[in-house]
């Protein structure tokens, strides 16, 4: 059945990059959006923002533009997000999620990844 | 952006009765094209988030039909007739109308009394 695989717990140091990585099976990756969403520690759900699997197309939330990018890898159906200089405010829980329809939005998200924290601590 | 509020913060509710989350947005996230844009999603305890409702009152794949999304413009709830044990966690409701600006509301805990 469908999922995405995200990659492993970061420790990162302020100021420092991480990239992680959410790789898609069982459904073809090549068609549909993805979306980033983080979760810090107790807090609620802050989207960060979408590309398009089709055409590669971002559109990042206002907050992160200039510090995020998005990318994908078709040949091995894998999305990206890279966030820099990070701060211990980013500290938290980071999502993919699938849009619900082909060759539109990252949006609604009907299949998400399990989630990976990324801390970040001196 | 546009604000989204939820009411109330934590609802104990009791199994077999029904419960109801309000959620407010600051703009209409009423379309021209008739359609509300805004989400529902609940997050488990200790699991990923996964979508109830879409586009104001339409059910996810799979979401059993006691969930149901009502409202138009700024004011929206959503209501579950009889609430199971599995029904508990934190429910979010998510404007997609500025499409550079999803926002989420607070969230509501929905824990079994």
């Known amino acids: 059945q469908a999922q995405l695989v995200q990659s492993g717990a970061e420790v990162k140091k302020p100021g420092a990059s991480v990239k992680v990585s959410c790789k898609a099976s069982g459904y073809t990756f090549n068609i549909f959006g993805i979306s980033w969403v983080r979760q810090a520690p107790g807090q609620g759900l802050e989207w960060m923002g979408w590309?398009?699997?089709?055409?590669?197309?971002?559109h990042y939330a206002r907050k992160f533009q200039g510090r995020v990018t998005m990318t994908t890898e078709t040949s091995t159906s894998t999305a990206y997000m890279e966030l820099r200089s990070l701060t211990s405010d980013d500290t938290a829980v980071y999502y993919c999620?699938?849009?619900?329809?082909?060759?539109?939005?990252?949006?609604?998200?009907?299949?998400w990844g399990q989630g990976t924290l990324v801390s970040v601590s001196s | 952006d546009i604000v989204m509020t939820q009411s109330p913060l934590s609802l104990p509710v009791t199994p077999g009765e029904p419960a109801s989350i309000s959620c407010r947005s600051s703009q209409s996230l009423l379309h021209s094209n008739g359609y509300n844009y805004l989400d529902w999603y609940l997050q488990k305890p200790g699991q990923s988030p996964h979508l109830l409702i879409y586009l104001g009152s339409n059910r996810a794949s799979g979401v059993p039909d006691r969930f149901n999304g009502s409202g138009s413009g700024t004011d929206f709830t959503l209501k579950i007739s009889r609430v199971e044990a599995e029904d508990v966690g934190v429910y979010y409701c998510?404007?997609?109308?500025?499409?550079?600006?999803?926002?989420f509301g607070g969230g509501t805990k929905v824990e079994i009394k």
């Open positions: 999620a699938r849009g619900r329809r082909s060759f539109t939005s990252g949006w609604p998200m009907v299949l």
């Open positions: 998510m404007q997609t109308l500025e499409t550079l600006a999803l926002t």
């Open positions: 590309i398009s699997a089709h055409n590669h197309n971002t």
